[in-house]
């Protein structure tokens, strides 16, 4: 008996250490991945600032975006494996699964159940960690942008970055008063600002002692972003990004 106990124990060692096994491996691939999608977000950085200068975007970093969003996808993916291995020996080893990113409570307890068949009562906190980082979850709001961006890399094409100028002009008397205008505004002959007349060929008012005038230029840099199927939003690669502006500012005419 004691042969024949030890003889059933050893099936159950055995598969113990290959779980252990895959663990370990899965880690090692999850911490490789990081590392390199790491690199690429620096590469990708580098270069996005080297194609302001020139307007458009280099097909290769086009790759590098779609290669760094791949292997962190991959990241979540090997996360889920994980999970599924630990806690749910029931799952069909056939079914297909993947790391949650779903866009409402109702969604995630319906795939949650149905790709991690038995975590529910095997280790809530697990479902309350998968839970508190989804796309409907304040500050996540990301992680959803990502994975459409993600799964429609392979049908979409980046939008090229573009720059732009805009200028606004302030003009102050000696009273302290102010005219400024921006844009879209067109003076014709005939025209005063504080009894100074303006020229219309420079569009500024001429030279004289009574007024001070200034033209704020703000260079906007239009940050590039999938161009996705209908419906889907433009984003950044793994994030959403703020245009950023930078004003400089002449003193055209002072008196």
Known sequence: ???????????????VSRQIEHRMGREKSINALLAKAEQQIAQIEKEYRNSLHVQAIDPALRVDIKNACENIRSVLDYIARDIRGRYCPNASANARFYFPILPDQNTFDKRVDEWFLGLRQAAPKVIAALQ????????????GQFNQVNNENKHGDLVEQTRTESVRTTVTGQ????VSWGPGVTFGSGVSIMGVPV????????????????RVVGRFSV?????????????????????????????????
């Open 1 to 15: 008996m004691i042969r024949n106990r030890r003889q059933t124990s050893r099936p159950a060692n055995n598969r």
């Open 132 to 143: 508190a980082c989804q796309p409907f979850q304040p500050d996540y709001e990301w992680l």
């Open 175 to 178: 009273g302290g008063g102010q």
């Open 199 to 214: 020229d219309p060929r420079t569009q500024l008012p001429v030279p004289d002692p009574s007024i001070r005038v200034e």
């Open 223 to 255: 940050r590039w972003s999938w161009r996705l199927s209908p419906g889907v939003a433009k984003v950044g690669a793994c994030r959403c990004s703020t245009d950023r502006s930078q004003y400089s500012t002449a003193v055209v005419n002072a008196g």
